[in-house]
């Protein structure tokens, strides 16, 4: 069964003060890998597809890595507008079209 | 260019009712998947709907069922309502030949169960 975790659960941080968000999958065969972006009462923004270890996408402040097993959202910088819930999900083959996504992680940036 | 659309925004029913929830897709869409995020958890998957029918299901009862229409919006309907379907219940939209890469999400209907 395909499983995704997330960490740290909640994180705080300082503007300026960059850090990074840890995904950890567990797939029969990874068909892509997703970062979705989560203000409080609203449905997830899309932020990135990986779809292979090695692969690295940015966007603005945010750059995503994929390894084998896991995946990494790395924050440069924040501000307070970057504060939300991060969440990560996989999509495999054996499950045909399904998403499974993870827990998220709550992230506060404090001015 | 409109985005993905759900109405009602909140809900609020008692143990026992039934509800159904709406969505239409981002324009030229053709396929609707259904979520439900409880409270600090991420988005589980409910089923997806492709030419009127239902192609995917994740592990949700019988009593969680589904309908596409032909100009592509959806609707979920929920019966025999128990406490713990309270949640937010999201739609989400793509193309069947894309994949689920560029899945678009609706701003999601607020379910309460009281």
């Known amino acids: 069964e395909d499983q995704v975790t997330q960490s740290p659960e909640a994180l705080r941080l300082q503007e300026g003060e960059s850090s990074s968000l840890n995904c950890s999958y567990t797939v029969s065969g990874l068909r892509g890998l997703f970062w979705y972006r989560q203000d409080p009462g609203k449905g997830p923004e899309f932020l990135f597809t990986?779809?292979?270890a090695g692969e690295e996408k940015e966007k603005e402040r945010l750059k995503a890595t994929l390894t084998k097993k896991e995946s990494f959202l790395h924050i440069t910088a924040p501000k307070p507008e970057d504060s939300a819930t991060y969440l990560c999900a996989v999509q495999g083959r054996s499950d045909g079209q399904n998403f499974v996504f993870g827990p998220g992680t709550r992230l506060s940036v404090l001015p | 260019d409109a985005g993905v659309t759900q109405s009602p925004t909140h809900l609020i029913k008692t143990r026992g009712q039934q509800v159904t929830l709406r969505c239409s897709p981002k324009?030229?869409?053709?396929?609707v998947s259904w979520y439900q995020q409880a409270l600090g958890q991420g988005p589980q998957f409910i089923f997806q709907y492709y030419e009127e029918e239902e192609r995917q299901r994740g592990n949700f009862p019988d009593r969680f069922s589904g309908h596409q229409f032909p100009n592509y919006s959806s609707e979920l309907n929920v019966n025999a309502l128990l406490l713990g379907d309270s949640a937010l219940y999201l739609c989400?939209?793509?193309?069947?030949?894309?994949?689920?890469?560029?899945?678009?999400f609706g701003p999601g209907t607020r379910l309460t169960v009281l």
């Open positions: 324009s030229g869409h053709d396929t």
């Open positions: 990986l779809y292979s």
């Open positions: 989400a939209s793509s193309l069947a030949w894309q994949g689920l890469d560029e899945q678009f």
